[in-house]
């Protein structure tokens, strides 16, 4: 194509200097020394893994930045398999993240961490998953992959791609680069009309069309497993239950004092960001210092009181059924870098509360225009909005009503986007 002229050119040419550089200094570095030693002898190990598949009529490699992303393919893979067993899949991560938490996913033929993006590892790689179709989501793009993707004959689809006015996109200097990068793609499908219109009009991408966000399909799947809740609920039983999701120190140092203070305190249930030993041992010094009282759920027993003690969940896994119990949300992280997510307890129609930074989520935007959300600034706000929800059941349930409206109005990504698959998989066959 016209479009991978110059700005593709000098990346090829530059990034391999860039890598040794990188790669120089990595022992300095414990991410970067991470990213080489996970990457040392990948694609030997692949081989080893591909050697032993059987023939495969249609081969689909899913590649994802990390797990949010991946979650976002989830309901795709699901409702393609479903349909044709027959598809060798192959999925790939960028972050340490995302393959630790997915490594084991039962539908994948092999699941790895993507190459540094030079010539030589792009070569190899496709030389040895050899995919009919690359599914990528979101974003994470690698030029060099896409490139020799596109050089053997796969087809390419970028889903649930978005163009955030301050993203990088839009840089003058950048913009040509990134033209280039989506005329690599045969399908986009992105995740709302103004992603549509940008996509066509700036970047002169007439294969983008609007799907929507899959990750509504995969939090409205997930709303039906509750099984590793099923012990928690006949404790919960007629109460107001508070699920503080995904909480940083500054949430909790908001969250606190407040639900301390409430005439009527709802049961809290007190899921930390992070539960390494570290963060717990400071989380607890905390409740301590607030002559709080607590249980962790890893101590679990007949005498936890709801009434008076909060329940610190303490392991991973438990958050996104957590909810089904839940009267009302606060999510964490909207007092840090960006709100968590606000689907998974939306979808369980209960009313959500995040903090001020959530504009870099669309789903908590949507929320907000919704009604189904409210944006906390302090901890007056909050006080006054968990008042309000705690006594007045009426405008609860409006709230929570609006918020599973709002999901339920953008079910349906995965059916539009997986037809498209479902095409190239019905060439293929052809041939």
């Given at each position: 194509m016209v479009m991978n002229g110059f700005a593709l050119s000098f990346y090829t040419r530059l990034f391999p200097l860039l890598l040794g550089i990188t790669k120089l200094f990595s022992?300095?570095?414990?991410?970067?020394?991470?990213?080489?030693?996970?990457?040392?002898?990948?694609?030997?190990?692949?081989?080893?893994k591909i050697r032993k598949l059987p023939p495969s009529s249609f081969r689909l490699w899913v590649h994802a930045a990390s797990v949010g992303e991946f979650e976002q393919a989830r309901p795709i893979i699901a409702a393609l398999k479903e349909k044709h067993q027959d598809i060798?899949?192959?999925?790939?991560?960028?972050?340490?993240?995302?393959?630790?938490?997915?490594?084991?996913?039962?539908?994948?033929?092999?699941?790895?961490?993507?190459?540094?993006?030079?010539?030589?590892?792009?070569?190899?790689?496709?030389?040895?998953?050899?995919?009919?179709?690359?599914?990528?989501?979101?974003?994470?793009?690698?030029?060099?992959?896409?490139?020799?993707?596109?050089?053997?004959?796969?087809?390419?689809i970028l889903a649930a791609a978005v163009l955030q006015k301050s993203s990088a996109y839009f840089n003058p200097m950048l913009k040509g680069f990134y033209r280039s990068i989506f005329y690599l793609f045969d399908h986009i499908y992105t995740v709302s009309e103004q992603d549509t219109l940008a996509f066509r009009?700036?970047?002169?991408?007439?294969?983008?069309?609007?799907?929507?966000?899959?990750?509504?399909?995969?939090?409205?799947?997930?709303?039906?497993?509750?099984?590793?809740?099923?012990?928690?609920?006949?404790?919960?039983?007629?109460?107001?239950?508070?699920?503080?999701?995904s909480v940083w120190e500054k949430d909790e140092l908001l969250l606190l004092p407040v639900w301390n203070q409430l005439d009527e305190r709802p049961a809290l249930l007190l899921v930390p960001h992070e539960v390494n030993p570290e963060k717990m041992s400071q989380l607890y010094r905390e409740l301590q210092n607030q002559?709080?009282?607590?249980?962790?759920?890893?101590?679990?027993?007949?005498t936890y009181d709801p009434e008076r003690q909060i329940l610190v969940i303490d392991q991973t896994g438990y958050l996104a059924?957590?909810?089904?119990?839940?009267?009302?949300?606060?999510?964490?992280?909207?007092?840090?870098?960006n709100v968590h997510n606000t689907l998974e307890p939306a979808v369980h129609g209960i009313p959500v509360l995040?903090?001020?930074?959530?504009?870099?989520?669309?789903?908590?935007?949507?929320?907000?225009a919704a009604g189904g959300a409210t944006v906390i600034h302090d901890q007056k706000e909050l006080a006054e909005t968990l008042k309000t929800l705690t006594t007045d059941g009426a405008q609860r349930k409006?709230?929570?009503?609006?918020?599973?409206?709002?999901?339920?109005?953008?079910?349906?990504?995965?059916?539009?986007?997986?037809?498209?698959?479902?095409?190239?998989?019905?060439?293929?066959?052809?041939?």
């Open positions: 022992p300095l570095h414990p991410k970067l020394r991470t990213f080489f030693s996970v990457r040392r002898g990948l694609l030997e190990e692949l081989e080893q060798t899949l192959f999925i790939s991560f960028l972050s340490d993240s995302g393959y630790n938490a997915r490594q084991n996913f039962p539908d994948a033929a092999a699941v790895f961490y993507l190459p540094a993006d030079t010539k030589n590892n792009a070569k190899r790689l496709l030389s040895l998953i050899r995919p009919d179709l690359l599914l990528l989501m979101r974003y994470d793009f690698w030029p060099n992959h896409l490139l020799e993707a596109k050089r053997c004959g796969t087809k390419l009009q700036i970047f002169k991408c007439q294969q983008a069309e609007t799907a929507g966000d899959p990750r509504f399909d995969q939090v409205f799947l997930r709303s039906r497993n509750q099984g590793r809740v099923a012990h928690l609920k006949p404790l919960f039983n007629n109460r107001t239950v508070l699920i503080a999701g002559s709080l009282d607590f249980m962790a759920i890893s101590a679990l027993n007949e059924e957590l909810y089904a119990i839940a009267s009302i949300a606060y999510v964490g992280g909207g007092f840090g870098v995040f903090g001020p930074r959530y504009h870099n989520s669309p789903e908590a935007e949507g929320l907000v409006k709230s929570g009503m609006q918020a599973a409206a709002f999901v339920q109005k953008h079910i349906g990504a995965t059916t539009a986007i997986a037809s498209g698959i479902e095409r190239y998989y019905g060439e293929r066959k052809v041939v």
